[in-house]
Each structure stands twice: as C-alpha cells, then as structure tokens.
C-alpha cells in the first residue's frame, strides 16, 4: 500500500509544481500586460497633466490678461474721474485765483493814492 501510495504523492507534487509554475508564468504575463497599462496610464495621467498645465497657463495669461485690461480700464476710468473731479472743482480755483486779483485792484487804488500823495 505504501509504495504506490507514494508516485500518487509525487504525482501531484509535479503536479501542483506545475501549476505553480503555471500560475508564476501568468503573473509574470499579467505584470508585464499591467506594466503596459500603467506605462500607458501614466502617459495618459502625463499628457493630461500637461493638458491640464497648458490650460492653467492659458487661463492664467488670460487672467493676467483680464487683469491688466481691467486695471488698464480701471486706470483710465480713475483718471477720467479725476479729470471730471478736476474740472468740477476748476470753477471754485478760479474764484481762489480771482481773489487775489481782487485784493491786488484794492491795493493799486491805495499805491495810486500813494503816488499821488509824493
């Protein structure tokens, strides 16, 4: 009984020993198909990346685009603001500058008298 018993154990020894084997073969297939993939993937994840980045700078020059157009804007409307301020306030200069004048006709009055009184 013990000695046929024991080809049948060796039997599936070899047996599971190739299997194993097998299974070993597969893995190593099913690595290098999943290191494809993830090379691929990862190009995939890359060129997205890059997409992605090219768009961030699209949009970022554009940002900075914007920006500068709305300060540019922004700027010209202030200044445009200014000027109105500017000219809104003229009138009440001229009556500063008016005054002066004013006091100076008051005074030449007084200096004639001056002169006519040497």
Do not use: Y
């Not at 290191?35 to 691929?40: A, G, L």
């Not at 990862?42 to 900075?64: A, G, L, S």
């Not at 603001?81 to 306030?89: F, G």
């Amino acid at each position: 009984m013990k000695l046929p018993h024991r080809p049948f154990q060796l039997h599936l020894c070899g047996d599971a020993g190739s299997r194993e084997q097998q299974q070993q073969l597969q893995q190593k297939e099913q690595q290098k198909h999943q290191q494809k993939q993830q090379q691929q993937e990862q190009q995939k994840q890359q060129q997205q990346q890059q997409r992605i980045q090219q768009q961030k700078q699209k949009q970022q020059q554009h940002q900075i685009q914007q920006q500068k157009q709305q300060q540019q804007q922004h700027q010209i409307q202030q200044q445009k603001q200014q000027q109105q301020q500017q000219q809104k306030q003229s009138p009440g200069q001229k009556k500063a500058v008016q005054q002066p004048l004013r006091q100076q006709h008051v005074q030449k009055p007084a200096e004639r008298k001056q002169a006519q009184q040497h």
